[in-house]
């Protein structure tokens, strides 16, 4: 059969983490941050109000 069209991809999960305030999505960047997660975009504003996705690659 051919080649798989996953094979030779990163797995990764991604996530969008959102708060109130600037102040809050920072705690929660934090706190993501020391569990493996790490920043994929910058901080804007969203329905929600301020938000960023965040990237987790798997082993």
Do not use: F, N
């Not at 969008?16 to 790490?38: N, S």
Request: include cysteine; charged fraction near 35%; hydrophobic fraction near 35%.
């Amino acid at each position: 059969m051919g080649e798989d069209w996953k094979y030779g991809r990163t797995k990764e999960l991604k996530m969008k983490v959102y708060a109130l305030t600037e102040e809050r999505l920072m705690a929660l960047i934090i706190k993501h941050e020391v569990r493996g997660w790490t920043r994929a975009s910058e901080i804007k504003p969203c329905e929600r109000g301020v938000g960023c996705m965040m990237v987790w690659k798997r082993p």
